[in-house]
């Protein structure tokens, strides 16, 4: 099988120290690399790796909702395949909350190109390492805020429940000047209607670089629309309730019992 | 002062002792307050200069 036209990769979420050595490989091989990354230094490190290195930032405000922007930085990438072994890299896992790899992906496909895509470390990954979770313990569910909100999902008092996007809710274009405070309260309200007012929640961001923590906050449900929540902020809630296994289940499938 | 090397380096570092690390950060006061508090965002606001860089992020779709 001959090498992919393009290979989306992702540079997770610390600087440089997330790249795996298959990324690196990528990287290193291909003949120009279009990227989007979360950190300056990172930045500069994948300029040092390859001479035809280019930001696809400059896209980022070229329409007023973020979609079009992304689908507009997909059709780029693809555009200049020519033939050539290209990376696109995207900080975190490229196809996690990250509507780009996609976008590339599909445009690549309808122009006749192979593609591959290999996995980074998501904010989710970093979450579970730092807050000592295991998403499998009793299930996890995983929303984008304004998502939640609008289409009214389905909340599960009994699993764990991450949400993302917290410090953008309602922000379809571009959020560096966006006000918050209305979208926070509303996601207290939809929460309240399922969590208790004095439930502690998180408030996590991860750390962008080696050997510095990253950022945890807790406080009580109640207390959401007051708290100042970032870009990247993610929030985690934990389990308010344990429920018990179906013992019909348990007989059909031969359980006699569950371990403790 | 090269501060890829700087993060390559400590991201190279299972374990530091601070003093090595506070000289590679002895020529910026910035980026040693930043590690001496561990404070990951003033780090990197004394990297950038506060300069954020955008991010790419999921955009809400319909259905």
Known sequence: ?260 | MDKVAIIEKLARMPHYCTEQVMKMFAQDELLKKAFQNNTGSKLRDAISGGKYLPHATRALHEG
């Open chain 1, 1 to 260: 099988m001959g090498a992919p036209s393009l290979t989306i990769l992702g540079s997770g979420v610390k600087s440089i120290s997330h790249i795996t050595i298959e990324t690196n490989a990528y990287l290193s091989d291909s003949e120009c690399i279009f990227y989007l990354v979360n950190e300056p230094i990172l930045e500069q490190w994948v300029q040092q790796q390859n001479q035809k290195a280019v930001s696809l930032d400059f896209l980022y405000d070229c329409h007023a909702d973020r979609i079009s922007n992304y689908r507009a930085m997909g059709q780029h990438v693809a555009q200049h395949l020519d033939n050539q072994r290209i990376c696109l890299l995207l900080y975190g896992h490229p196809t996690v909350f990250c509507d780009i790899a996609i976008e590339a992906d599909k445009a690549a496909h309808a122009l006749g190109h192979s593609t591959l895509i290999l996995p980074g470390i998501s904010a989710e990954d970093c979450l579970f390492a730092d807050l000592k979770i295991d998403p499998s313990s009793c299930g996890c569910l995983s929303y984008e805020a304004t998502d939640l909100l609008v289409y009214k999902r389905q909340l599960n008092t009994s699993s764990h429940l991450v949400l993302w996007q917290v410090g953008m809710i309602g922000a379809l274009g571009n959020f560096k000047t966006h006000d918050n405070r209305r979208g926070q309260a509303l996601l207290c309200e939809y929460l309240l209607s399922s969590y208790d007012a004095d439930h502690v929640i998180i408030c996590y961001e991860a750390s962008q670089y080696p050997h510095f923590q990253p950022e945890i906050k807790h406080f009580s449900l109640s207390q959401l629309p007051e708290e100042q929540l970032s870009p990247i902020s993610t929030l985690y809630i934990a389990p308010q309730e344990k429920i018990k296994a179906c013992g019909d289940t348990l007989n059909a499938l031969g359980i006699n019992a569950l371990p403790a």
